[in-house]
């Protein structure tokens, strides 16, 4: 018997229902949401991703600005730009697509970020208000979409072992905060690269949560039976029977569904909701400024 589907699309539709009256009270009011994007560079997923952005905004009504920036420019010309979103009333949302070109520092850039418009949650001061158990900041959009779909999917996390691979600032450590908090209640295992036998420590997940970046690495055998597995990895792999030359896959291998109870696909799965959770910052971060 194969593992239940934990539809992304449908619980990010459902994330932005429940967005539109929001939006709309706003606008009644003289306020429409705004979120300013910044790209640096040509790079092409970068502009894919900026799109399937702009099309959510359509949906929800949320103005959307593309600032697009040469990848040769000055760095200093990058912070000036932000700056000038930072004191621009109209923007609530401010987003600095990821990958920056070579040689620009992303973490730096980010913290110039006013924390109320940092709708990516990865502001020093949205992610330090995290780690102290208060998730009043704006939170990073992958981990808080993760947390949404396990809901909407009603599954239990209090006193569940739950295992995530990946230490990333924007994925892996909130996450492990995030299913820690009080009320989510998980006892967390963060894997990484370091980690000696991670399969052995994955087999006694009740939860497991992919974010290591690595095709189909997590298999049938580093899976508990029944266990619930969220694929957070978007990778690109070689296929040339596809008309793109590539196929995605996610870090978790499609054997895994004869095993687990529950499974995110790739694509469909955490993409949607990340998109979602960065609509619901945008539209809760013109409510906090105003």
Request: some cysteine; hydrophobic content about 40%.
């Amino acid at each position: 018997m194969g593992a239940h589907i934990i539809d992304g699309k449908a619980c990010a539709a459902s994330i932005e229902a429940s967005l539109k009256p929001r939006v709309n009270q706003l606008i009644t009011k003289g306020l429409n949401p705004h979120l300013a994007v910044i790209i640096v560079g040509d790079d092409p997923a970068s502009h894919v991703y900026v799109r399937a952005k702009e099309r959510a905004c359509e949906r929800l009504g949320i103005k959307s600005t593309k600032v697009l920036l040469p990848g040769d420019i000055d760095f200093q010309q990058v912070i000036d730009q932000v700056i000038q979103l930072n004191n621009d009333p109209t923007i609530h949302g401010i987003l600095v697509q990821s990958p920056l070109p070579k040689g620009m520092d992303e973490v730096a850039i980010t913290d110039l970020i006013s924390p109320v418009k940092d709708v990516d949650g990865f502001h020093a001061s949205n992610l330090g208000k995290l780690v102290q158990g208060d998730s009043s900041g704006l939170l990073p959009c992958t981990p808080s979409g993760v947390m949404e779909m396990l809901e909407w999917a009603s599954v239990s996390l209090s006193g569940k072992r739950a295992v995530v691979i990946g230490r990333s600032r924007i994925v892996g450590m909130p996450q492990a905060l995030l299913l820690s908090q009080k009320g989510a209640d998980a006892t967390v295992t963060i894997v990484h690269s370091r980690t000696q036998n991670p399969e052995e420590i994955c087999r006694e997940a009740d939860i497991l949560i992919a974010a290591v970046g690595v095709p189909e690495m997590v298999t049938s055998s580093w899976i508990k039976p029944g266990a619930v597995v969220i694929d957070v990895g978007v990778n690109r792999v070689e296929d040339n029977s596809k008309e793109k030359g590539y196929r995605l896959a996610g870090d978790v291998h499609h054997d895994v569904c004869e095993v687990a109870s529950a499974i995110s696909p790739v694509p469909g799965g955490v993409g949607p909701m990340t998109i979602a959770m960065l609509m619901s910052n945008t539209v809760r971060s013109a409510e906090l400024q105003n």
